[in-house]
C-alpha cells in the first residue's frame, strides 16, 4: 500500500512560454517518473540517483518522445513537501504540459488540489499553518512591503512569538493542573503574583499583534484613497496624474463621472488603492444619483479622505463642502486631506486652515499643471507608519490570525479578572487552556479539516 499517494500538477502559470514545470510528490513520486523517463545516459534510474541532481533526458509515451526535459530530484524529508519530490522542466508548449501530465495521471498520480503541495508539507512538519498561509502571501505580494511582511511571517517570524506566549503559559498551566491534583490538600504550586505578571504582559504583547493588523491590512490590500468633491473640482484629473495615465474621462460637462473608478498604484513600495468618484451635488438623474449615493459607500470604507475644493470658489463654498463631508466622515480615525486645487487659476494665498480640525491637512496644489503634486503624495506616504515594519516587529496580515487573537486575548482577560477575584484554580486553569487554544489555532497545533480546506482552497494549483 503507498503510504501517500502521488500527487501532480502544472506550477507554471497558464499558457505557452519558454518552459514549464509540472511537479510530483509522494512516496512513489520518483518511481513513476522512473516509468516515462529516458535519460541520454543509458540504463541511468531516476531511484538510484542522489537526492538534489538534475538530469537531462526525454519524456516518451511507449515509444513516442513527448518532449526532451530536465528532471530535478528532492527526496524524503529533504524537500518542500518532507516526500520524494520530481519537478520536470519541460518546453511551455500547453500541448506538451498536458500530454506530460496525462501520463503521469495513466502511470497512478493523481491530479493536486488547490495548495495541496503546502498541505502536505505542513502536514509532515515541514512548516507550521502561519507559514503555510504566508505562502500564499509571498505568492500574492505586489509591493516591496507586502513582500518583506510575507517572507518574514514564512520564515517563521509570526510563529516564533505565538510559540513563545504559548510555552510561557504552558509552565504555569502545569502547576495549576497540579494543584487540581492535590485539591485536597489546600496548596498552591502556580504564585498568583508572577501568574498574574505573566498574563498581563502577554496581554500586552497580544493587543500589540492585533494593533498591528490596521498597518498589516494596509500592507497586504494597499491603502484605499478616496477622492470626493464637487463636480469640476478636479477629481479626475488629479486620478489621471497621479496615475500618469488617462484613467478617468476628464470634461468640463458637469457630471462626467458617475460611478466608481478605481485603480491601485505602487508608491515607495505601498499599494494606494484611488477611487475617483462621481461630484456632489443635488440632482434628479437617477443614475448620477446612484453615482453620488456610492460616493457616500466609499467614503465610509476609505483609509484617507481626500476632499477636493476649487480654489476659485468663496471661503463659504468650501466651508460648506469641508462639513458636508466632515458630517459624513464622523468620528474615526479616517484621514481627512483637504486638497485646494485649480492654484494656477486662482489665488494662492487663500486660507482655509481654520475649516479645518487639528489632526486635518491642507494641500493647495494644481492637479492640471501637476504643482505641488509631490506634497500631497509625501502626506499620503506619512498615513502609513512603517516604523514597526522597519524595525522588523511582527505585524499580523492575515485576517484569521487576527479573528483567533481576539479570541485568546478575550479568554485571557477572563483570566486576569478572575485573579482579582481570587477565582478557584480550576476556572483559572480553564480560561488559559482556552488561551492556549486558540493560540494553536494560528500555528496549526489545533486545528480542523473546516480550517484547512478554507485556508488551502484559496491557494493556487501546483504550490
Known amino acids: 500500500m503507498i503510504k501517500n499517494p502521488v500527487i501532480?500538477?502544472?506550477?507554471?502559470?497558464?499558457?505557452?512560454?519558454?518552459?514549464?514545470?509540472?511537479?510530483?510528490?509522494?512516496?512513489?513520486?520518483?518511481?513513476?517518473?522512473?516509468?516515462?523517463?529516458?535519460?541520454?545516459?543509458?540504463?541511468?534510474?531516476?531511484?538510484?540517483?542522489?537526492?538534489?541532481?538534475?538530469?537531462?533526458?526525454?519524456?516518451?509515451?511507449?515509444?513516442?518522445?513527448?518532449?526532451?526535459?530536465?528532471?530535478?530530484?528532492?527526496?524524503?524529508?529533504?524537500?518542500?513537501?518532507?516526500?520524494?519530490?520530481?519537478?520536470?522542466?519541460?518546453?511551455?508548449?500547453?500541448?506538451?504540459?498536458?500530454?506530460?501530465?496525462?501520463?503521469?495521471?495513466?502511470?497512478?498520480?493523481?491530479?493536486?488540489?488547490?495548495?495541496?503541495?503546502?498541505?502536505?508539507?505542513?502536514?509532515?512538519?515541514?512548516?507550521?499553518?502561519?507559514?503555510?498561509?504566508?505562502?500564499?502571501?509571498?505568492?500574492?505580494?505586489?509591493?516591496?512591503?507586502?513582500?518583506?511582511?510575507?517572507?518574514?511571517?514564512?520564515?517563521?517570524?509570526?510563529?516564533?512569538?505565538?510559540?513563545?506566549?504559548?510555552?510561557r503559559l504552558l509552565h504555569f498551566i502545569s502547576l495549576l493542573e497540579l494543584e487540581l491534583d492535590f485539591s485536597e490538600e489546600d496548596v498552591e504550586f502556580a504564585d498568583r503574583k508572577q501568574l498574574n505578571e505573566l498574563l498581563s504582559n502577554i496581554q500586552i504583547l497580544i493587543l500589540k499583534l492585533l494593533k498591528s493588523f490596521d498597518l498589516g491590512n494596509v500592507i497586504k490590500n494597499g491603502v484605499p484613497v478616496a477622492i470626493v468633491g464637487h463636480t469640476n473640482v478636479g477629481k479626475s484629473t488629479l486620478l489621471n496624474k497621479i496615475l500618469n495615465e488617462e484613467k478617468a474621462i476628464v470634461s468640463e460637462i458637469a457630471g462626467t463621472t458617475r460611478d466608481v473608478i478605481e485603480d491601485v498604484i505602487n508608491i515607495e513600495g505601498i499599494l494606494f488603492r484611488f477611487i475617483d468618484t462621481a461630484g456632489i451635488r443635488d440632482t434628479v438623474d437617477k443614475i448620477e444619483s446612484i453615482g453620488i449615493e456610492r460616493t457616500y459607500e466609499r467614503i465610509a470604507k476609505a483609509s484617507i479622505v481626500l476632499l477636493m475644493v476649487d480654489a476659485t470658489e468663496g471661503l463659504d463654498d468650501i466651508k460648506k463642502a469641508v462639513e458636508t463631508i466632515k458630517n459624513k466622515i464622523g468620528e474615526g480615525d479616517k484621514k481627512l486631506i483637504v486638497v485646494i486645487n485649480k492654484i494656477d487659476k486662482a489665488d494662492k494665498e487663500l486660507d482655509v486652515q481654520t475649516l479645518l480640525e487639528e489632526q486635518d491637512v491642507m494641500i493647495k496644489l494644481s492637479a492640471k499643471t501637476g504643482e505641488n503634486i509631490d506634497q500631497l503624495i509625501n502626506e499620503l506616504l506619512s498615513v502609513v507608519n512603517l516604523s514597526a515594519l522597519n524595525q522588523n516587529e511582527v505585524v499580523v496580515t492575515n485576517a484569521r490570525h487576527y479573528e483567533v487573537l481576539q479570541k485568546a486575548s478575550e479568554a485571557l482577560q477572563r483570566a486576569i479578572d478572575g485573579l482579582s477575584t481570587g477565582i478557584t484554580g480550576d476556572f483559572l486553569a480553564q480560561d488559559i487552556r482556552e488561551t492556549l487554544h486558540y493560540l494553536g489555532e494560528i500555528t496549526g497545533e489545533i486545528t480542523t479539516d473546516e480550517v484547512l480546506g478554507n485556508i488551502f482552497k484559496n491557494f493556487c494549483i501546483g504550490k
Not at 530530484?73 to 504540459?97: D, F, M, R, W
Not at 501520463?103 to 493523481?110: D, E, H, P
Open 8 to 167: 501532480c500538477a502544472i506550477s507554471t502559470p497558464q499558457g505557452n512560454g519558454a518552459i514549464a514545470i509540472i511537479r510530483l510528490t509522494g512516496d512513489e513520486a520518483i518511481a513513476i517518473c522512473d516509468k516515462l523517463f529516458t535519460s541520454n545516459k543509458k540504463k541511468l534510474k531516476l531511484s538510484e540517483q542522489p537526492a538534489n541532481t538534475l538530469h537531462y533526458g526525454v519524456i516518451k509515451d511507449e515509444e513516442k518522445i513527448i518532449d526532451e526535459v530536465i528532471v530535478s530530484l528532492y527526496k524524503a524529508p529533504h524537500s518542500y513537501t518532507g516526500e520524494n519530490i520530481v519537478e520536470v522542466s519541460c518546453h511551455g508548449s500547453q500541448y506538451i504540459q498536458q500530454q506530460i501530465l496525462q501520463l503521469f495521471i495513466r502511470s497512478g498520480a493523481k491530479m493536486a488540489k488547490p495548495g495541496e503541495f503546502t498541505l502536505r508539507a505542513f502536514i509532515n512538519g515541514k512548516m507550521d499553518l502561519s507559514q503555510a498561509e504566508a505562502v500564499a502571501d509571498v505568492i500574492a505580494s505586489s509591493s516591496a512591503t507586502s513582500h518583506k511582511v510575507a517572507i518574514q511571517q514564512m520564515r517563521g517570524g509570526f510563529s516564533s512569538e505565538i510559540a513563545n506566549l504559548r510555552d
